[in-house]
């Protein structure tokens, strides 16, 4: 018989330990495939749907502060603008549903240069800029809530910046995207207008000419108002985002802690499991030392079996994290950021690293032992 073949067949000896240890390492590295996905997209530049070259600017000093709307022609004065706008989001409750409706107000001819991925008819586009009240949303929101174009919806925001404000809007138009992006688009005028015409703005959206301005446009447009009444904070969209969710702490951190934990958690399984599986074949260890097997064949097929089980629970594991991450790559984070979750080469190999790592990490120790004792004792061993 061949080494594959028996350790082929020392896995098939008790199969049912052999399915759960599996199903265990699979459960185990999925997660640790999709933790790892979710990192790489926070730590990665942004890099699709022209996101890479948003900017958000808002101010320095609270998240509850505006900026006054002159600030808007000073920036578009800069160069490498291609557009800017001022900003508002609202959060709408449609119906007593579960989820908020992320809406985002613009200035409407200015909407699409945001999102020129964006695939809206003409005859849309003309409805969109000749109604105040107009509204474009996406495709898979319409389908979700049976909107149709023309249709009268009714918006109302439980968020403490909005005091229940409740905005009525007609849907003009239902936009395409490659992103599958769940959100719309308004008038910001309109939401202006309902808060009682402020005209200042808590945001102001600015998209770049290339990725070279991004970086120089960060600190002109922060240098342009350092002394003005109310000084800006410029970043990217993408770490816009990142500030929020470190509002609930270090999320990177947290990433890799879990990871860390899962991976513990992980090596205790297989080291339990092949730690029964050595002791029950002990005696069989020391015949096989008697019929002239040196230590160093032993623990190497030991530590195979492990290897092979690890393995195949990482594939396993990885082909699931592969296919859950390709369903919900595209869905937007906050509404307007595709979320670009990727388990591919480098991902598989760190999976199929750790679990190498942990089979070994988990066998060789029990192994050794076993090989270790006399053959007399051995061939007594009960355990």
Avoid: C
Wanted: a positive charge.
């Amino acid at each position: 018989m061949s080494w594959l073949g028996w350790v082929a067949k020392n896995l098939l000896r008790n199969r049912r330990r052999t399915a759960l240890t599996v199903a265990s390492v699979a459960v185990s590295l999925f997660l640790v495939a999709l933790l790892a996905a979710g990192y790489r997209f926070l730590t990665a530049p942004a890099r699709s749907g022209g996101t890479e070259l948003l900017l958000l600017v808002s101010p320095r000093a609270s998240m509850t502060a505006t900026m006054p709307l002159w600030y808007k022609d000073r920036i578009a004065a800069l160069p490498g603008v291609v557009a800017v706008s001022p900003f508002g989001y609202f959060a709408g409750d449609y119906g007593g549903g579960s989820a908020l409706i992320p809406a985002l107000g613009f200035e409407p001819h200015l909407a699409f240069r945001f999102f020129p991925d964006w695939r809206v008819s003409p005859q849309a586009k003309r409805r969109f800029f000749g109604e105040k009240q107009a509204m474009i949303v996406g495709r898979a929101l319409a389908r979700k809530y049976g909107w149709r174009v023309g249709q009268h919806i009714h918006l109302t925001s439980p968020l403490p910046l909005y005091s229940n404000l409740s905005l009525e809007f007609i849907i003009a138009g239902i936009y395409d995207s490659p992103h599958q992006m769940d959100t719309a688009v308004f008038h910001w005028d309109y939401l202006n207008n309902a808060l009682g015409s402020m005209d200042e703005a808590s945001e102001f959206w600015v998209r770049a000419r290339s990725a070279a301005d991004v970086p120089r446009l960060t600190r002109a447009i922060d240098a342009l108002f350092r002394n003005a009444p109310v000084p800006t904070r410029t970043g990217t969209l993408k770490q816009a985002m990142l500030d929020f969710l470190n509002l609930l702490g270090n999320v990177k951190l947290m990433l890799l802690g879990i990871m860390a934990a899962v991976v513990f958690s992980v090596l205790l399984i297989v080291a339990n499991t092949m730690a029964m599986s050595i002791r029950e074949r002990t005696p069989e260890i020391a015949t096989l030392r008697v019929l002239g097997f040196r230590r160093s064949q032993i623990l190497g097929v030991l530590a195979a079996e492990s290897v092979a089980l690890a393995l195949l629970g990482a594939a396993l594991g990885g082909l699931g994290a592969n296919a859950l991450a390709r369903a919900v790559s595209g869905f937007a984070v906050g509404g307007a950021i595709p979320a670009r979750l990727a388990v591919g080469g480098p991902t598989f190999a760190l999976v199929a690293l750790m679990a190498v790592v942990i089979a070994l990490a988990s066998t060789m120790p029990t192994a050794w032992r076993a090989a270790r004792l006399s053959i007399a004792e051995a061939l007594r061993y009960v355990g």
